[in-house]
């Protein structure tokens, strides 16, 4: 397995400019994240995804939208970037266990983001 | 709301001594807590974590922590530090019900001397 897999690594993006960044897991796991991580600063969760067809906001969505629409793959889109979105953003799933689902997240590689 | 709070930026230890990075949390319900690490441009890797069961918790690569309910606390430790256990330790928390993503702390940088 692969896991979970971001793309690309790293961007550049002029103020104005929108982009898609990427995320896809192999694990058929129902809940994926996307979170962005500033420097000296833990992770905040812009939006997650309980299964295809099913997102919701969650502390920092402004700026920022997501699909689902298969349980594989779930890209997050810049409309229109600013210098506040300069970060690096952090994709993670996991699965449910049974009649329970705390199972640890597994998380990207990242993507690095500046926005000049 | 739940939070994560790690006081320590920054842990400095000499190789071969214990290590303690400490977490205090705030949730409603009983929590679930789990212990990231972060090498330099790496995601996240899962070190252990505490549903419920015995309070002490043994994880990855040495690790354990202990989860203390009338203190809400689930600090890491480690008997003897390696120089390679030098990286970014991320606490976080959800409750055992409800919406599932993590609050995570701002992290601790742990310092391993030779």
């Known amino acids: 397995n692969a896991g979970v897999t971001q793309t690309p690594k790293f961007r550049i993006l002029k103020i104005g400019q929108s982009m898609t960044l990427q995320c896809a897991q192999d694990?058929?796991?129902?809940?994926m994240y996307w979170y962005r991580q500033d420097p000296g600063m833990g992770l905040k969760l812009i939006y997650y995804?309980?299964?295809?067809?099913?997102?919701d906001k969650g502390e920092v969505p402004n700026g920022y939208n997501v699909s689902r629409s298969t349980t594989e793959d779930f890209p997050l889109r810049l409309e229109l970037a600013a210098p506040s979105q300069t970060s690096v953003y952090f994709c993670?799933?996991?699965?449910?266990?049974?009649?329970?689902?705390?199972?640890?997240?597994?998380f990207g590689p990242g993507t690095r983001l500046t926005v000049l | 709301a739940q939070s994560v709070a790690q006081p320590e930026d920054q842990v400095n230890v000499a190789e071969g001594n214990p290590l303690t990075v400490k977490c205090t949390y705030s949730?409603?319900?009983?929590?679930?807590l789990f212990w990231y690490v972060q090498y330099p441009n790496r995601g996240l890797q899962f070190l252990l974590k505490?549903?419920?069961?015995?309070?002490l918790v043994k994880g990855s690569y040495g690790f354990e922590a202990e989860f203390n309910k009338s203190q809400t606390s689930f600090h890491l430790k480690k008997p003897s530090a390696l120089v390679s256990d030098s990286a970014l330790y991320f606490c976080a928390v959800r409750p055992d019900t409800g919406r599932r993503a993590l609050t995570f702390g701002s992290g601790t940088r742990l310092q391993v001397q030779p």
């Open positions: 694990m058929n796991h129902n809940y």
């Open positions: 993670a799933s996991n699965g449910k266990a049974g009649i329970f689902s705390y199972n640890e997240q597994f």
């Open positions: 505490y549903i419920t069961g015995d309070n």
């Open positions: 949730v409603s319900g009983n929590p679930y």
């Open positions: 995804s309980v299964g295809a067809g099913i997102t």
